[in-house]
């Protein structure tokens, strides 16, 4: 753990800490052994979601991974072609400590995939049908005791700065994309140094209330610390004037506090986390309420485009996240 520096001077670009990558390779994975496996949703829902630990001692990852980083899992088996299985990537959701506080155990926040396949044409017969996914649903099958093959770490950018009283932070999650903002948010405020005192939101995005994840845990903490400020946004729920809720860029859009106050100082740092695609909305937002500038590079080409004409494809090739804003979406 990066011990805090002192604030003598406002930063912009954040000095995000240094973390070791790839200590572990996908050729080679190392076994760590599951400690508990548990559903983490905040109720029944149409999707499983379960917080899995896993007992990295002795091997290289232990003490050596931080929130914010991902790590790999190679599931047993073969492929259809008879290839062992790739190694998938898991966002770790426990604080750099780690669960036990000693940097043994690390955990994820795994969703089983599953796919339904409609073909689209009679070629595609072959692929009709329910797919489950490889590793996710081998993640979730496991039981306390059980080996698994892990690797890594990997990611060295979606990490925390290393003086983190020298920023304000605002943590945007969709789904599973909440597993590093929970290790962040533990790092921040249950940390060896004791609780950070900035300005930390996270805006949480699901279909339902009950697709919440570690729902109790963002509550209890945002009791307990006044300066972290939890909220949700539940896509397929109402408003009370009968609005929907939409998107988390459109609650960026309706919360002036979040971007007259928060996002317009130069201390503030921008997380997105999540589905693939989710970044469009919330730089379109940014942009448009004008204080883009910091957290994002636009190319000239798409200088005089009204932000909400900008297309995906304009978005992916010639809007840069800057170092203020991290993002891990795919
Ligand atoms: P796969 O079996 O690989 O399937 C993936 C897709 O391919 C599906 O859409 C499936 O329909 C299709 N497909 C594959 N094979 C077939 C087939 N034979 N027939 C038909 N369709 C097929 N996920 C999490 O749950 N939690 C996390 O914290 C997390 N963090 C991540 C962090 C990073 C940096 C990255 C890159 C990914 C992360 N993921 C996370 C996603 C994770 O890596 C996996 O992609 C996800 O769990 C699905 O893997 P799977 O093996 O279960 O699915
Ligand atoms: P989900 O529950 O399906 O969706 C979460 C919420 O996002 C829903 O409310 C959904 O609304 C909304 N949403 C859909 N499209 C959006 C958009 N364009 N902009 C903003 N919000 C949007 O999410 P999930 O199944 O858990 O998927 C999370 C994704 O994050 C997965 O792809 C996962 O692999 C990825 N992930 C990435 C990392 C990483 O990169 N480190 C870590 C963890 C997870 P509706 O469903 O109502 O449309």
């Known amino acids: 753990m ?3 520096q002192p604030i003598d001077e406002p930063s912009l670009d954040p000095e995000l800490v240094e973390v070791d990558m790839h200590l572990v ?15 983490c ?30 790590f790999g899992i190679v599931p047993p088996g073969l ?3 008879g290839k062992p299985h790739k190694v998938r990537l898991y966002s770790i959701a426990s604080p750099t400590v780690g669960e036990d506080g000693e940097g043994r155990i690390l955990s994820t926040t795994c969703k089983r995939l599953i796919d339904e396949h409609s073909p689209q044409a009679s070629s595609e017969e072959a692929t009709r049908g329910l797919h489950l996914g490889v590793c996710s649903n081998y993640v979730c099958d ?55 005192k900035s300005d930390i939101h996270l805006v949480m995005g699901a279909p339902y209330t009950s697709d919440l994840l570690y729902d109790g845990f963002f509550r209890e903490t945002a009791d307990r610390h006044p300066n972290f400020h939890y909220h949700t946004v539940i896509s397929r729920e109402f408003l009370p004037d009968g609005r929907p809720q ?20 130069d201390r503030a740092l921008v997380y997105i986390c999540g ?13 448009k309420l004008g204080i883009g500038g910091p957290y994002l590079k636009v190319h000239e080409e798409l200088a005089g485009v009204a932000p909400e004409d900008w297309e995906l494809a304009d978005i992916k090739r010639r809007v840069r996240p800057t170092h203020r804003c991290m993002l891990e979406v795919y």
């Open 142 to 196: 496991l039981a306390p005791g059980d080996e698994i093959r892990i690797t890594g770490p990997a990611g060295k950018r979606f990490v925390l700065p290393k003086a983190p009283e020298r920023h304000d932070f605002l943590f945007l999650a969709t789904g599973t994309g909440i597993a590093p903002f929970r290790g962040m948010v533990k790092d921040l405020l249950e940390g060896p140094d004791g609780p950070c």
């Open 246 to 265: 939409g998107y988390i860029h459109h609650y960026l859009d309706r919360e002036i506090r979040l971007h007259g106050d928060l996002l317009t100082r």
């Open 275 to 287: 589905l693939a695609g989710m970044q469009t909305g919330v730089f379109q937002a940014m942009a």
């Open 41 to 70: 949703l905040r109720g029944k829902s149409a999707s499983f979601v379960r917080h899995v630990c896993v007992d990295v001692s002795g091997t290289p990852l232990q003490g050596a991974f931080h929130a914010g980083q991902s």
């Open 2 to 4: 990066t011990s805090r």
């Open 25 to 39: 390779p996908p050729t080679q994975p190392v076994t760590g052994i599951v400690t508990s496996n548990e559903i």
């Open 79 to 81: 492929t259809e072609h």
